[in-house]
């Protein structure tokens, strides 16, 4: 079971331990799923379902989305507790994990101007939103790593590739602040390493 004081090396490997048992459940529900549109014909079809491990009794979300019977999408994320707040990690499809914290999802839920005030539903409105990310490396750190920067369907998301290559998600930019300011990424990427750097901020490293 993933706890606070786990490391975020510790945490990857507890999510790659259940990856598997998450993807199974997922698949026998898309079966479930694809039965009963076949019947109403309403595609397409997204939901973002609640999976509790039963060996680990770790948290997870797994969203299916729908647009035909064979055109499936899937999005898992494993979310926990830190001493900071929610925390998620997002399953790519190579299966690297991208960390978003609880501040990220209190930017996308302002910046959206979504009236959400549950951290869990924020999470799940976002990655519902937004099942795929796409990024890239920018410049590199100062003792290691790299700022990054990332898209979604929604908008960007910023944050830091850490020196133990470790990818988290701090801070959430729309698509409609974008398209009014487009200095907005740059300047936030600076606003962000800079904290960084000056508070080695436990939710980024």
């Keep these: 079971m993933i706890v606070p004081s786990m490391s975020k090396e ?22 479930d799923q694809i039965s009963e549109l076949s019947k109403t014909k309403k595609y397409p079809f997204v939901k973002a379902y609640d999976y509790v491990t039963p060996k680990t009794k ?34 790519m499809t190579n299966k690297e994990i991208v960390f978003f914290t609880g501040h990220f999802f209190k930017r996308f839920v302002e910046r959206g101007k979504l009236d959400i005030a549950s951290p869990i539903d924020k999470m799940k409105e976002f990655f519902t939103l937004n099942p795929m990310l796409s990024y890239e490396d ?4 100062v003792g290691g790593g790299y700022e990054i920067i990332g ?6 998301v910023l ?29 936030s990427l600076k ?7 000056s508070t080695q901020n436990p939710g980024l490293m």
Excluded at 10 to 31: A, C, G, N, P, Q
Excluded at 70 to 90: E, K, P
Excluded at 138 to 141: A, H, M
């Design 10 to 31: 510790e945490i990857i490997k507890e999510i790659l331990f259940d990856f598997d048992m998450v993807k199974r459940k997922s698949e026998y529900v898309i079966k």
């Design 58 to 91: 770790n948290k997870w979300i797994y969203i299916i989305e729908l647009k035909t019977k064979n055109d499936i999408f899937q999005t898992f994320v494993n979310y926990h507790d830190t001493s900071i707040g929610i925390r998620a990690g997002l399953v």
């Design 138 to 141: 920018r410049d590199e750190l």
């Design 151 to 156: 898209r979604v369907k929604s908008g960007v």
């Design 159 to 187: 944050g830091i590739r850490n020196k133990k290559n470790i990818l988290v998600c701090n801070t959430y930019l729309s698509n409609e602040m974008l398209r009014n300011d487009q200095t907005l990424i740059a300047n």
């Design 191 to 197: 606003a962000e390493i800079d904290y960084y750097i």
